[in-house]
């Protein structure tokens, strides 16, 4: 889900939405500076300022990562200030005067940021219980609109990348139900090398907001190439099908860069 935000129906859009970002708390905070050459004065000058924050928090049974990017930023305060820590978010606060954005995000109102407008960017999951097995890997997808991937589909897509596997819908449904479709297990098939138990927990769920779906991998069990291998399978097939955005841990991926993103992360480890 993604929604552009310059005008005060865009800011109450925002909050309700968000709740006002109500006890989340923020993972990530980044600043850019671009710079353009002046030839009159031979400098550098400061063309524009972006801040962006990516905050995690829970609302109406989903867990959400937002991202949150101010452009053309001309005044702010958003940095952990004298040691204390500022991620822990209350609600925040918005307006909209004389064309600009203001954003608080303490009671207080000493860390804010002052924009020309923002950009909202957000994955939504249902919120999990936890497993008996644990979970190694997590991996998550949400399409823009269109219909989800059948059961069928991941069969033969798995198929088609040579690693068969079987499938099992879960007995005990393991997510919210008002948003689930359907979850089960993919376990890969007649190598005799996976332990017992071991398998990719698939969750396909609908969007928040209408349009779209959602598609949550999960690796469970103990450390294994081939149930690692299905998930990584999947989650090319799945960002190469279809548009929509990729989230692992709290890192929003547009669809189109996710394998260039994964080779990078290949290519550190």
């Known amino acids: 889900m993604q929604h552009a935000i310059k005008t005060v129906e865009d800011l109450r859009w925002l909050m309700a939405h968000t709740g006002g970002f109500?006890?989340?708390?923020?993972?990530?905070?980044?600043?850019?500076?671009?710079?353009?050459?002046?030839?009159?004065?031979?400098?550098?000058?400061?063309?524009?300022?972006?801040?962006?924050?990516?905050?995690?928090?829970?609302?109406?049974?989903?867990?959400?990562?937002?991202?949150?990017?101010?452009?053309?930023?001309?005044?702010?305060?958003i940095f952990e200030q004298e040691g204390s820590d500022s991620s822990a978010l209350s609600v925040i606060q918005a307006e909209c005067n004389d064309g600009r954005l203001r954003f608080w995000f303490d009671p207080q109102g000493e860390l804010y940021a002052v924009c020309e407008d923002a950009h909202l960017e957000e994955i939504a999951t249902p919120i999990l219980t936890e497993q008996v097995l644990p979970e190694l890997a997590r991996w998550t997808f949400q399409g823009h609109s269109g219909e989800a991937p059948t059961i069928a589909w991941f069969l033969m897509e798995l198929e088609d990348a040579g690693v068969p596997c079987s499938w099992a819908i879960s007995k005990k449904r393991r997510?919210?139900?008002?948003?689930?479709?359907?979850?089960?297990?993919?376990?890969?098939?007649?190598?005799?090398?996976?332990?017992?138990?071991?398998?990719?927990?698939?969750?396909?769920?609908?969007?928040?907001?209408?349009?779209?779906?959602?598609?949550?991998?999960?690796?469970?069990?103990?450390?294994?190439?081939q149930v690692s291998r299905v998930l990584t399978i999947l989650a090319d097939r799945i960002a190469q099908r279809y548009a929509g955005s990729c989230l692992v841990g709290t890192t929003i991926i547009p669809g189109r860069e996710w394998e260039s993103w994964r080779s990078r992360g290949d290519a550190r480890a």
Request: hydrophobic content about 35%.
């Open 22 to 77: 109500r006890s989340g708390y923020v993972t990530d905070l980044q600043m850019s500076k671009r710079r353009l050459f002046d030839e009159e004065s031979g400098r550098d000058v400061l063309a524009d300022t972006t801040v962006s924050m990516t905050i995690r928090y829970q609302l109406r049974g989903m867990v959400r990562v937002a991202k949150l990017v101010m452009n053309g930023v001309t005044d702010f305060s």
């Open 175 to 225: 997510a919210n139900g008002m948003s689930s479709r359907w979850e089960g297990d993919l376990t890969p098939a007649g190598d005799g090398q996976s332990p017992r138990g071991n398998a990719v927990r698939v969750l396909v769920y609908g969007a928040q907001d209408g349009e779209g779906f959602g598609v949550v991998l999960r690796a469970l069990g103990t450390p294994d190439r």
